[in-house]
């Protein structure tokens, strides 16, 4: 046994992975999931708040996200030595849910949920062990227009929060035209489902790297194998050059889209240059482009998706789920289509992220603003929200498949964003303090600080110790915008001084001559009175 | 080893004593909490949010709640062996985060935190191991202004939260004088302060029980026992009488007070009947009661606080400790008194709850309105928020005293009480239900639903299967208001039909006659194109 040591003082930290958000951190994050949760309610989703801690063995123990296979769950037994964990994301809990008390909610049952989750992995730098999930999901839906309504919610839910139209796209695949193509290359075999699965992995793993391989590196792992920098070699998936081809279509359709558009629209503005390549696709697409005479951005999306289902069809051609899904796919785009959200829904099959977890459509938020990176370079947001079709959410509790579909915003990544976007504009809201001259006051202090809060505004009555200097010191800390200061002299002339604590701030940065000093004083007296209306005219002036 | 089972299907339930929240239960929490923090920001507090794991070392192993002395705290390790768990509560880790930061949070520190809280105790029957607490606090004030400024904020935050003045009262004890009543009996030695502390815990676990035992309960346990029912008996402090009666007329002061006003107001309105009996205090209480024309519950209040603190001097006269804590709570009265809260915060020497964890000032709530409990009695609602000043909030971290004073809200307790306030007035808003009548029209009807929504009104599109019949049953366990339908008939006439569900059921349950149900149609037609103006229209109606 360890020797007995003195007891020590414990030490004042939270454990690893774990932090503290504090003032702004917490109301920026309440208001925008309370836009956001706003916006669900209107789609008729209703709240969900499950219990932070489930039995392990409805959590199950892995996290179903391939891109992480070793995070784990804080685990641990209870008296009964039964094993319970903190739930590591808001859709096992969902599913636990549906399972349990599936008779008494009605079906299809939309909910949302908003809430901390824990992981037991490594932390890093920006990386913690507990942070929130923003969840929306629709169970026992089978229908695209349940994924179609996911789309347009999350797009209204970022607009909600403050992004604008125009910053962000919805981009939206589908699992099955991915099963589709892999039929057509032989690698499913929808008689034997099962066989290939292992193959099927590799493949998907190297789609999953194009964006940190690029092309080349992608087409090596589907091939031969990838030699990378420091020499180490990667085994292939050892296809043929067919098959790779025909994945990379799939994977790089995008690209061939943003070339036939371009293509299409120099078709239609120069009269015949370009875009014969694509004549089929570019005819009809162009009908449509002349045919509806909506707004160009509009428009030039439904010619996008147009051109899109197209391309698709030809790669699965053969294979039955590959032509659902894209017929999954069109559908989706028509019903955004017609609820006016064409301009940013873009169907891309170039969203891997999720494909190895979803079973059908998937979907992807990404910020189309740039930012400047730790390292300075200019790049573009990336993505903050994901989510997809899965149907065997509680197959694990009832044996019974369940069609759903969710999105999942990453609240931390948006809340970046949103304050990207804000940069500079937004300012906390500090208190008006009412300072404290004289000790024997306190209860007339305390009434103009009564009467302050009750005209809305925020205040405080200092509270602690020290002379004049230290309590506006404490007001600069607090961020006040006003600090009042009444002694005897001023009592007895019934009257108090405002000291305008933004404008001092802004005129020691801003003002350079003696006449603007005056003129914008940044100090006045104000009758007892007239408190209020003072204040409020002063934080007014600041704003 | 056990032997190996064949796997089987996890159940799909919460741990022991946890539990899941849907729909209003959520929003109506939410909203509750949202009116009180709003409260708490116009008061300059700032919120805090803290990780809801901790240190073992940093919680402390035991709750200081001397009510609960057996609760524990679900913990595990770490993977680097330390301990860490989940905090049972907001006040150990605002200790934590004050000794971690305190350099860098201005002094006083006004913060608030809400969130949930883990207990590893026995669940039993709305018992649950996870619950919500919202605490205010503010740290580094030793001046009962703060004291004062919690009371204050702690009657709005109720009256934002929805329940009426005259509806809650704010209690106002004080350990301070106890502590000075312990010394004039010679239970406390201010030379040695350790000196007879198990005796006085004995005193304190007797007053505690006031409530259920009765006065003579308690002056049997103050004495030399007390046989319980079953015939057990419980040893007694062994006071003398002298003693016992000095505790007891502190505890009992409100009693006392209630009298001495009865007889006040008498004296005053029949012009000297009774009330002889405490003249001094009587003449001071009526100089003020005279004095100020104020209304008369503010005016009995005020008095009732003067004569309050008369007595109380009275009680610890010779007791330096004794005497600071009555000048505290007169300070504290006048400063609520000046706020305009004398009506509503009283002080009460009768509140023992929490005397044995606070070093100072101990407050609580109660709501005075009655209820009808589980047995169908009538009884007043009770406490639903309880706070105090404590001096060693950070002192296990830092070795330094620092004076703290906060309040928590009993979440679930407040709740309960704003259904009983408003009890048959509030209905969750289910969504207006837009009907699938033909499959291949689902592009249209997603339009309409996503006309209503941006409109602002909350709908959905039916995603289910199913004819019109389930989809009118599941608009009824939605709450729907309003069902629209549109067939292919209506869409060439250019209209749709709305089924007025909520009429519909108030019909079924109140109209007699035949004429009523004409004059006020369930279903009517509205032109497609005065879609979101009938639906608006249909909803006002039913409000």
Redesign the interface.
Known sequence: MAKEKKPR????????G??????A???ER?EMLRAITGVY????F??????????L??L?KFLPDVDRPNEGV???R???E?W?ALRYDLTA?LA??Y??HQLHL???Y?RYAVG?V?R?EKPGPGRF??FYQCDAD?V??A?P??D??IC?MLA?ALEAAGIARGDYVIRINNRKVLNGVMEVVGLLDPADPEAGEAARGVVLRAIDKLDRLGEAGVRALLGEGRKDESGDFTKGAGLAPEQINRIMSFVGASKTVDKMLIDTQAHFENKGSGGTEHFRTLRDAGDLYARRKLGISSDVSQARNYMMTEILHGLVEGSQVGEDGVQELE?IA??L????YADRALIDPSVVRGLGYYTGPVFEAELTFEITDEEGRRRQFGSVAGGGRYDDL?M????QRTPGTGVSIGVDRLLAALREVRRGTAQAEG?VLVTVMEKDR???Y??M??EL?AA??????F??GGNMAKQLK?AD??GSPVAIIEGSEERARGVVQLKDLALGARLAAEIETNEEWKAQPAQMEAPRAGLVEAVKAMIARGA
């Open positions: 003082r414990p030490k004042a930290e939270t454990p690893r774990f932090r503290d958000y504090f003032g951190e917490v109301t309440a309610h209107r789609y008729g209703d709240p969900l708040e499950t219990s932070a801690v489930e039995t063995e409805a199950g804080f685990a641990w209870d008296e009964d039964s319970m809990p636990r849910v399972a349990e009605p079906t299809p939309r901390p824990w037991n062990r507990q629709t026992g839906a229908s227009a349940a179609a309504e347009a209204d559908t028509q019903l289509d017609a609820q006016g509680v694990r509790f009832t044996g208190p306190l209860a007339e305390q009434a600080t009564a809060r809305g505004l925020r205040a405080e009555m509270l602690g404490y800390r607090r």
